[in-house]
């Protein structure tokens, strides 16, 4: 009985290490696919010709797991725009199969730190993955010199390293940093085109972001399609005029009642200053509702709703984020996630699809 006992614990040992090295070249198999399929991944090269809305961040400065900070790419034809790179903004293209070597240009809205604070690595990743020999180009208003020079600064010393350790071919150190290019309203003045080039037209104007000043919004012509981004803006005159007609309105979207919630919470809490700040935010941004009356004005054919404040942990709470905005505008609305693709193509119509597994 001994004998056929340790024979068995022998069989039974052998196996579990057959199991654990099978499970390793499992593993392995399945990683060494995984990379295959993400360094390959192009999905602007699949796109057809026209416009799509690509969703590299819809939250908020509020904690978030499931969404990066405030981002949104626009690829006009084969040509890659980012609007506004909030942090994580890069990972999150890169899982989209949107590389950051493709980025011609960023586009900012406004100055806000969840705007921006992607800025550094956004350009470190184009710079890297492109061996980019000239600088990102940074649209924005005035003071966009100020956001360049100090992200430029602060990676200056990683610049140096990374040309020191992979050499100028791969990482050119003409190609580092980030090259301000400022606009700015003259009197009276509605709009100003900042980009027209190879039949993509870019214009921005002034949204109502008080006290943030300046505060635009982009309007995105190419081919006969048009989107429309808010930035972070109340209900604005100058947003439904420039957003007449536009295949689809991008549009920021903060709840009240869910809000209100967290700042009854906060006080309760005694959290006097968080509670203030929630209090605060109701008067610089629009609720999905007002979003959607300014869509049915504006006679966009789609709205999708972004920068989501307050984070929702779940999805049940769409209906109660959205209030009455369904009752209001009678075209598609969207809830977007991280992720999302809005596609217009040249030929007509309008498709909404995920790319991230």
């Known amino acids: 009985m001994m004998r056929i006992g340790l024979a068995l614990l022998a069989l039974l040992l052998l196996a579990g290490v057959g199991f654990y090295v099978l499970r390793d070249r499992v593993a392995l198999a399945l990683f060494q696919h995984a990379v295959d399929r993400g360094i390959a991944a192009d999905t602007i090269d699949a796109l057809p010709d026209g416009l799509t809305?690509?969703?590299?961040?819809?939250?908020?400065?509020?904690?978030?797991?499931?969404?990066?900070?405030?981002?949104?790419?626009?690829?006009?034809?084969?040509?890659?725009?980012?609007?506004?790179?909030?942090?994580?903004?890069?990972?999150?293209?890169?899982?989209?199969?949107?590389?950051?070597?493709?980025?011609?240009?960023?586009?900012?809205?406004?100055?806000?730190?969840?705007?921006?604070?992607?800025?550094?690595?956004?350009?470190?990743?184009?710079?890297?993955?492109?061996?980019?020999?000239?600088?990102?180009?940074?649209?924005?208003?005035?003071?966009?010199?100020?956001?360049?020079?100090?992200?430029?600064e602060a990676y200056a010393q990683d610049s140096g390293y990374r040309i020191a350790h992979h050499g100028p071919r791969v990482v050119p150190p003409s190609g580092a940093g980030i090259t301000p290019h400022a606009f700015a309203l003259a009197d009276g003045q509605a709009s100003v085109v900042v980009l027209d080039d190879g039949g993509v037209r870019i214009t921005a104007f002034p949204v109502d972001h008080g006290p943030v000043h300046p505060a635009f919004g982009y309007r995105i012509d190419y081919k006969g399609r048009s989107i429309v981004i808010s930035g972070d803006t109340r209900p604005a005159p100058s947003l439904v005029h420039a957003a007449q007609n536009a295949d689809l309105l991008v549009h920021e979207a903060l709840s009240p009642e869910l809000t209100g919630i967290m700042e009854r919470a906060a006080r309760a809490q005694h959290q006097d200053g968080v509670a203030k700040i929630l209090h605060d935010i109701l008067t610089y941004h629009t609720t999905p509702g007002e979003a959607a009356a300014e869509a049915e004005q504006a006679h966009v054919h789609a709205l999708a709703l972004t920068h989501l404040i307050p984070q929702m942990p779940t999805r049940l709470l769409e209906g109660p984020f959205l209030g009455d905005a369904r009752q209001r505008f009678h075209g598609p609305l969207w809830i977007m996630r991280d992720g999302d693709l809005i596609e217009l193509p040249a030929t007509g119509g309008i498709k909404r699809r995920h790319t991230i597994e």
């Open 53 to 152: 809305a690509g969703f590299c961040g819809t939250g908020s400065p509020l904690p978030d797991r499931t969404r990066a900070g405030p981002c949104t790419a626009v690829i006009a034809g084969k040509r890659l725009f980012i609007f506004d790179a909030g942090d994580g903004s890069a990972e999150t293209l890169s899982l989209m199969g949107l590389s950051p070597a493709r980025i011609e240009a960023v586009f900012l809205t406004h100055f806000h730190s969840d705007h921006i604070d992607g800025l550094g690595n956004l350009a470190l990743q184009r710079w890297a993955q492109g061996a980019a020999s000239t600088p990102l180009p940074l649209y924005g208003g005035e003071g966009v010199e100020r956001v360049a020079a100090g992200f430029t």
